[in-house]
């Protein structure tokens, strides 16, 4: 069920998500901006510690700590949701929206057995006995590969081996069929057999409710896989943002270049691969000025008056549909992607 023409579900504008510490303002999500529609994933890639995670819990309500400063808006479902009365925003979670948490444990509560928390989990939003409950967290727990589902629904999280405690917690983020799912690395403790079965139960939630998913993950393979659009982070601001095909096919940031040149090709000798990008992301309490991405770019030098380490690059739209956040002039970009990065990927 997908319709790129419908009304965005989720609207994200402007989010802002800065961290008062002792070591200074931790500026961890710096004005991103994006949409996503019923039945259609948004695929959020970038290397760690590049703000995904603090995006995600900032959609879902998730940072009311004193130190946290949040602005911008998050409209679901046409409800503003930043400033929202807080119960108000507990209730849309878990009903109109859930996460898969990158750690299991966080979201599991140690002193109740799996079973018990799934079941609160769907009475909260579904007024049936605990019997036809109990029976749901069973359907759900073999719906995510736990085997002997009837009897492991009495276990308790510490029984779980890693890759079951991550099943458990998918299976309870799924349990009320959200119409906006995160799923935050969802399948990275997971063997490949059982990373295909999620996404299918994935896929399969899209089809039938028609939600809405945000996918973030490090494997390029499973955003190609599964993303209709892509959001490429960093150092807590998007660079670059387009329909899946557009930021595979034909990206235009250098960042992006550098992630795709580190996706494993089995068909190519190692010695004609693009490079990976050198060195590391930036400090989010000191962001380099200019493009946050100069220190690691192999291009800084080529915009004019020094312009990378002067001026913030804004987020523009070069083509319908696809920005990118670099002062590469359009023929600096399609000469450096034709002769340097394309023949290598
Ligand atoms: N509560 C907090 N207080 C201060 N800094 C924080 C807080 N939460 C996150 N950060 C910082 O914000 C930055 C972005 O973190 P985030 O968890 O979003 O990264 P990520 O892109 O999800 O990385 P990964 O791929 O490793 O999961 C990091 O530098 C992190 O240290
Ligand atoms: S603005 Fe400059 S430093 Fe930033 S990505 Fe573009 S070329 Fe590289
Ligand atoms: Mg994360």
């Known amino acids: 069920m997908k319709d790129a023409g419908a009304e965005p579900f989720l609207s ?12 200074g303002l931790v500026k961890s999500v710096d004005g991103v901006s994006f949409d996503v529609r019923p039945g259609q994933t948004l695929g959020i ?8 995670s603090v995006t995600s819990l900032g959609v879902m309500g998730l940072h009311r700590t004193a130190r ?52 609160e989990a769907y009475r909260v939003h579904h007024d049936v006995s605990k019997k036809v409950a ?20 009495d276990s308790y999280p510490h029984e779980f081996s890693g890759g079951m405690r991550q099943r458990a917690m998918i299976a309870m983020s799924l349990v009320n069929n959200p119409e906006l799912l995160i799923a935050d690395e969802p399948t990275t403790a997971l063997d490949v057999t059982v990373q295909a079965q999620i996404l299918d139960l994935i ?37 670059e943002r387009g329909t899946a095909e557009s930021v595979f ?69 070069l083509t319908s549909g696809h920005f990118s956040a670099c002062h590469l002039t359009q023929e600096e970009r399609t000469r450096i992607w034709t002769e340097e990065i394309a023949p290598k990927l």
């Not at 727990?141 to 492991?152: F, N």
């Not at 992006?256 to 930036?282: A, Q």
Request: aromatic content about 6%; charged content about 30%.
């Open 12 to 23: 994200v504008r402007d989010l802002r998500v800065h961290f008062d510490t002792d070591d």
């Open 45 to 52: 890639v970038g290397e760690s510690g590049s703000g995904k």
């Open 68 to 119: 946290a400063r949040i602005s911008g808006e998050v409209w679901l479902d046409g409800e503003e949701l930043i400033g929202a009365d807080e119960d108000h925003v507990r209730t849309l979670r878990g009903r109109k929206m859930a996460m898969i948490f990158q750690d299991p444990l966080s979201a599991m509560h140690p002193y109740y057995t799996v079973g018990s928390q799934i079941v």
């Open 134 to 153: 109990r029976a749901r967290a069973v359907e759900m727990l073999d719906r995510v590969g736990i085997p002997e589902p009837t009897k492991r629904v």
């Open 203 to 239: 896929r399969d939630l899209q089809k039938e409710f028609g939600s809405a998913v945000i996918m973030i993950t490090h494997d390029l393979g499973v955003v190609a896989e599964m993303a209709d659009e892509i959001l490429v982070m960093y150092g807590g601001r998007c660079v």
């Open 249 to 317: 096919y034909e990206p235009q940031h250098p960042y992006t270049w550098g992630l795709l040149g580190s996706m494993p090709r089995i068909d190519r000798e190692e010695t004609d691969r693009l490079i990976p990008v050198k060195g590391s992301p930036p400090s989010l309490i000191n962001v380099p000025d200019g493009c946050a991405f100069n220190p690691r770019c192999p291009y800084a030098d080529l915009p004019k008056d020094n312009l990378t380490r002067t001026v913030r690059p804004d987020l523009r739209e």
